[in-house]
């Protein structure tokens, strides 16, 4: 519903589309602007002293709906104050009767320095009949609370404006994170409620006719005149220079309170967050706040759904309850309150990697052991020893190394006891690995003697007659010109070599192979053959069926 309020009407803004408004236009206005957070509201009864100091109380038990804070704003007899949420329409700033600024000077200089910012429109009014001042700041549009505070805190500290209680006070508050507790940030009065004295006032502070509609005819008009892209710009340099600013130093609990705290006040600022946002909240009333049970739920509920950015990108509103029930009671277990004996279960052995290996050594052996007897009732048991490797490898769903590891099972060579006992690398089967990883060694490197009626190694100059390649005669032979045969061995050839035995050997180290398993691999992939008789290619086909393994 829109109503018609004349010039400078802005664009209605519902904060709660669920909740019904009021049917008076006015009252719908005044909850479309003060009422975006519903939690934690005041209230007071009217002092039978107009002039006396309200006894403010927080009501803690439920939030108030859009038509009964319209109703209390009616009652004359009872005052009625708000909070802000993350994102504003809004500002204020408490000038208390009797302090250096409640005047018209100092509203003025208030107003030139707000101005630097693009805060160029401000209503001011009198709060109540004690005769203080809250100079409004209205927005055509939402920005971030806690930004707008930090903006106008820095900009009247520069201009030598003295901010604190019973002074000069902004609404919104820069909130201070970690120091107690979750904290929300402070609650002002509404404006002009009847019997409360509050009125707007001209520039000399002089009452002018005042009705709420007119404030709020005023209010759309201030807000179109302000400067936003100015003011944005402050807000953006504002909240840098409050980030940089230099830190105490502080005990770690202290630390970890205040990264929570900074986490759950930034809240969802994209979809994936939820998890990660409840168990962090979970953790601080669990740690910080002592809860536990439906009171640690009813806590991480009430926080997670007034979060900023919880409406835009939670996307599991459906089922947040059964969310936050999950976290709380995983909370519960994982943390204790700060103070007390630690609850959680620490008898355990820290490490359990030992146990873990041995139920998975013991697992593996018994597929292994029940492929073998499946292939050999089915009669599909290879003879040939790497057919019946891949085949049992497949069967029982291990790979090749942890297959090796256990030739007792399914190894024809090992299964009648002609090998025994398997142990890890001891210094003899590393002795005996490296012996079978290494090239034997080089042959003495003699002359070779050709036979004179088969070779001839005597080579002709070149370039001479009988030069050509395809021309034979007995002086020349059939291997060219070259006078250098038979060649040497290639030092870097042998050298590469040395390395690629080295790599096999650990290799098969990393596979946690005897030296026994490494030679069964090696006369199962070569025939056979021993590691010293392999040849220069299947030196590097073994290398390669050792890395396989390890990929598998």
């Keep these: 519903m829109t109503a018609s309020i004349g010039v400078g009407e802005q664009p209605r803004r519902t904060a709660h589309p669920t909740e019904p408004l009021p049917a008076d236009p006015t009252g719908q206005r005044l909850c479309e602007i003060f009422g975006h957070y519903r939690w934690n509201v005041i209230s007071a009864e009217q002092p039978e002293d107009a002039t006396a100091k309200p006894s403010w109380t927080t009501i803690k038990t439920h939030p108030i709906r859009p038509r009964a804070l319209w109703d209390k704003w009616q009652d004359a007899h009872q005052l009625i104050g708000v909070r802000f949420t993350h994102d504003t329409y809004y500002a204020l700033i408490d000038l208390d009767a009797g302090g250096a600024y409640s005047n018209a000077e100092g509203v003025a200089q208030i107003r030139a320095a707000l101005e630097t910012i693009g805060i160029t429109r401000t209503l001011l009014i009198r709060s109540s009949w004690s005769g203080g001042l809250h100079l409004y700041l209205p927005f055509a549009e939402q920005v971030n609370t806690f930004d707008l505070a930090v903006a106008l805190k820095e900009c009247l500290k520069a201009q030598g404006f003295q901010l604190k209680a019973g002074q000069l006070e902004i609404f919104p508050n820069v909130k201070v994170y970690g120091v107690t507790s979750f904290t929300e940030y402070n609650a002002h009065r509404l404006p002009l409620q009847p019997g409360s ?17 007119r404030f709020f005819w005023l209010w759309d008009g201030a807000a179109a005149q ?83 950015g919880y409406e835009q990108y939670c996307r599991h509103q459906h089922d947040i309850e059964a969310r936050v029930t999950a976290w709380a009671k995983a909370a519960e277990k994982y943390y204790w309150p700060l103070g007390t004996t630690p609850s959680r279960e620490s008898s355990a052995p820290k490490n359990n990697l030992v146990p873990f290996n041995q139920r998975q050594s013991e697992d593996a052996q018994h597929r292994i052991r029940t492929a073998y007897r499946e292939l050999e009732q089915a009669g599909t048991l290879p003879d040939q020893i790497t057919a019946r490797a891949k085949a049992i490898a497949q069967t029982a769903h291990v790979s090749q190394q942890t297959l090796y590891k256990h030739l007792e099972l399914w190894h024809p060579y090992h299964q009648e006891g002609v090998i025994n006992a398997e142990t ?105 053959k021993r590691r010293w008789q392999l040849s220069d290619d299947e030196l590097m086909t073994l290398l390669y069926r050792l890395q396989a393994l390890e990929v598998d």
């Design 226 to 308: 302000q400067d936003l892209e100015t003011l944005r710009d402050a807000m953006t340099i504002g909240r840098d220079n409050h980030r940089k600013r230099p830190q105490r130093r502080s005990h770690p609990v202290d630390t970890w309170r205040h990264n929570l705290d900074l986490e759950i006040t930034e809240g969802w600022t994209a979809p994936g967050q939820t998890n990660h946002l409840l168990k962090t909240i979970a953790c601080y009333g669990r740690v910080f706040e002592g809860l536990d049970g439906q009171a640690l739920i009813d806590y991480i509920l009430r926080i997670a759904t007034r979060c900023p």
């Design 197 to 213: 004295g509050s009125c707007l006032l001209d520039d000399a502070l002089n009452d002018l006719p005042c009705s709420l509609a």
């Design 424 to 528: 890890s690398f001891s210094a003899d089967n590393e002795a005996i690995l490296v012996e079978l990883c290494q090239s034997p060694e080089a042959l003495e490197i003699k002359g070779l003697h050709p036979i004179a009626p088969i070779m001839k190694g005597r080579a002709l100059p070149q370039g001479g007659a009988s030069s050509d390649p395809n021309s034979f005669t007995p002086e020349r032979g059939v291997r060219g010109d070259e006078s250098v045969f038979p060649q040497p061995p290639d030092p870097d050839h042998l050298g590469f070599l040395a390395d690629v035995a080295d790599i096999c050997h650990r290799q098969a180290e990393r596979l946690g192979w005897t030296a026994v398993q490494m030679g069964q691999f090696i006369a199962d992939q070569f025939e056979g």
